[in-house]
């Protein structure tokens, strides 16, 4: 009896894994083609496409950016140029934005960016207008918008975002006070804390790409 109940837990156990890895795949392929850029909106978009209605069964967002970045590998393999693309302005804009100590984030930073992805900067000010007037001093338009944002586990807060396009790509700038800068915020993902990139990592990171390049001898 006992054997037999071991063995249905197990079986019920793999069932769920599989259902998982199913739901991680259809959330990354809803991501990826349709656009979707929110982990938790994929996930249940993903569940009412298969039919999969217990919770158990639904993949942690770290499962879904795993799964992301396969599809994006055997799917899209023009990213690589697209992603380099992004870098390479997302660090002309760090240099733009220099006196607000700015931070690249999100999927331009991470490798998952795809062709609607926004390069993403984190600017440090304690004064909020201080960003605002700068993109107006150099007839930046753009559209104002809000987010909450984790700055730790316990510590959550809206901030004012500035979304505009440059260079042919959307840019969305989250405005935070400068002591923002000592613990980066949590990121949406996994809840550790985000990866951010100064200029001189993102130099650094390009740099580093290159040379992996001409060592796989893709330089063309």
Do not use: C
């Not at 769920?16 to 199913?22: L, N, Q, V």
């Not at 586990?153 to 000592?182: G, K, Q, Y």
């Not at 980066?184 to 990866?195: F, I, N, R, T, Y």
């Amino acid at each position: 009896m006992a054997h037999a109940r071991h063995h249905a837990q197990q079986h019920a156990q793999t069932r769920t894994r599989e259902r998982r890895h199913r739901l991680a795949i259809e959330a990354a392929r809803l991501m990826a083609e349709g656009g979707l850029r929110d982990y938790h909106q994929a996930k249940l978009k993903a569940a009412e496409r298969l039919g999969i209605s217990d919770d158990a069964s639904l993949p942690r967002n770290s499962e879904i950016e795993a799964a992301l970045r396969e599809y994006q590998r055997l799917f899209q393999r023009d990213n690589p140029g697209q992603l380099r693309h992004r870098r390479e302005v997302a660090l002309r804009a760090l240099e733009f934005f220099a006196p607000f100590e700015p931070r690249l984030v999100g999927p331009v930073l991470d490798g998952t960016a795809d062709a609607r992805s926004p390069v993403a900067l984190h600017l440090h000010a304690d004064d909020a207008d201080a960003a605002p007037r700068f993109l107006d001093q150099h007839g930046i338009p753009v559209e104002a918008r809000s987010r909450r944002v984790r700055l730790d586990r316990e510590r959550s807060d809206d901030f004012p975002v500035w979304l505009f396009s440059a260079e042919e790509l959307p840019f969305d700038i989250t405005v935070m006070p400068l002591n923002v800068l000592r613990q980066a915020p949590l990121s949406g993902v996994d809840e550790k804390p985000m990866k951010r990139a100064s200029a001189a990592q993102l130099r650094q990171l390009l740099t580093e790409e290159e040379i992996e390049g001409y060592a796989r001898g893709d330089s063309g």
